[in-house]
């Protein structure tokens, strides 16, 4: 089965990165497909440039078997000149009939939560912690999560 999932996985980040606008794009695999509470994701996007007109998405990658219809996360982001902010987002994954969002591959769904639209990025280094606040402290089912950052202007 978790080969079936890796295999899965490498040919969904490979069809989802045809034809995209991303200038970052990054996946932390969690261990044994499950998240637990004491598990910070940590991303670091190093931007050569500005982005006067960009995007930020947290990427989702679960299981068909996850057991919620959505994912409590925190995001503490880091900008380059050390200024953090802190928020709270709630993430559906299905929706009320409880079909899976995003896009799918056999057990493999991939959804993407927008977070900021049309942003100023200035050149540098912005840090991306990530960490769920579930009532349970181990949440299964749950493969990758991830930050994608795209230039809007070449849209």
Request: hydrophobic share 40%.
């Amino acid at each position: 089965m978790k080969k079936i999932i890796a295999v899965l996985s490498f040919l969904v980040v490979l069809l989802a990165s045809c034809g995209s606008d991303a200038v970052y794009k990054e996946y932390v695999s969690l261990p044994g497909y499950v998240w637990s509470k004491n598990n910070t994701v940590v991303l670091k996007a190093t931007l050569d440039k500005p982005l006067p007109n960009a995007n930020v998405f947290i990427n989702v990658r679960c299981g068909t078997a996850y057991p919620f219809e959505s994912l409590v996360v925190v995001l503490k982001t880091t900008n380059p000149a050390q200024k953090t902010n802190t928020q709270n987002y709630t993430i559906p994954l299905r929706d009320a009939n409880d079909k899976n969002l995003g896009s799918g591959m056999g057990d493999m769904w991939d959804v993407q939560f927008a977070i900021n639209k049309n942003i100023v990025l200035e050149q540098g280094t912005y840090t991306y912690e990530i960490s769920h606040q579930m009532p349970d402290d181990d949440i299964p089912m749950l493969v990758d999560m991830g930050i994608q950052i795209d230039d809007a202007s070449k849209k």
